[in-house]
């Protein structure tokens, strides 16, 4: 299986609106994509996926298989997607959440981003939260 192709059946798992593997391909081949996938014997269970273009870095997709939730690899994802950023020397990340996205907003607080701004209605049924963290 391809790293693509890996993606793609982690985003069919986890979100209702999947990227295509087509859309993967070519964000993976982009060299401003950061993307780390997490194994569990050999299969696929998480990854997370952004990009860093001139010192900005935005994180688009962070997801864990829901069987393999709640141990800590969403944390560990972040932590080493974070490190990345700062090897490519990004100063400030970025990320856009459905507001009743508890767990993943959960995750952000936690790990020190903070909320910039609100985007009434962004999603139809819901608002998009804008959150943002400076990294040193
Ligand atoms: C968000 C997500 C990646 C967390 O992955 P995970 O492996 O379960 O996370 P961890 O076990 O490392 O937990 C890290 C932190 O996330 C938060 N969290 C995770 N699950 C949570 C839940 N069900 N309720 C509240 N907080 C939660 C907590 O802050 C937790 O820290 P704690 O354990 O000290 O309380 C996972 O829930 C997921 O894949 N969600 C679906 C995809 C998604 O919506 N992604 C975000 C938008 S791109």
Redesign the pocket.
């Known amino acids: 299986m391809t790293d693509a192709e890996k993606l793609s059946m982690l985003e069919k798992e986890?979100?209702s609106d999947p990227w295509s593997l087509t859309s993967l391909e070519n964000q993976l081949a982009s060299p401003r994509t950061v993307y780390i996938i997490c194994e569990e014997e050999g299969e696929p269970v998480?990854y997370v996926l952004g990009t860093v273009v001139c010192g900005e870095a935005e994180?688009?997709?962070?997801?864990?298989?829901?069987r393999?939730?709640?141990?800590?690899?969403?944390?560990?994802?972040?932590a080493e997607f974070l490190e990345e950023c700062l090897t490519r020397s990004a100063e400030k990340v970025f990320?856009e959440?459905?507001s009743r996205?508890?767990?993943?907003?959960?995750?952000y607080?936690?790990t020190g981003f903070e909320r910039i701004s609100v985007r009434k209605g962004y999603y139809g049924d819901d608002d998009a939260v804008i959150f943002a963290k400076i990294l040193n």
Do not use: H, P, T, W
């Not at 393999?68 to 972040?78: A, S, Y």
């Open positions: 986890c979100f998480g994180l688009y997709r962070i997801a864990v298989l829901d393999f939730r709640r141990r800590g690899i969403g944390d560990r994802l972040m990320l959440v459905r996205n508890f767990s993943a907003i959960s995750l607080e936690k």
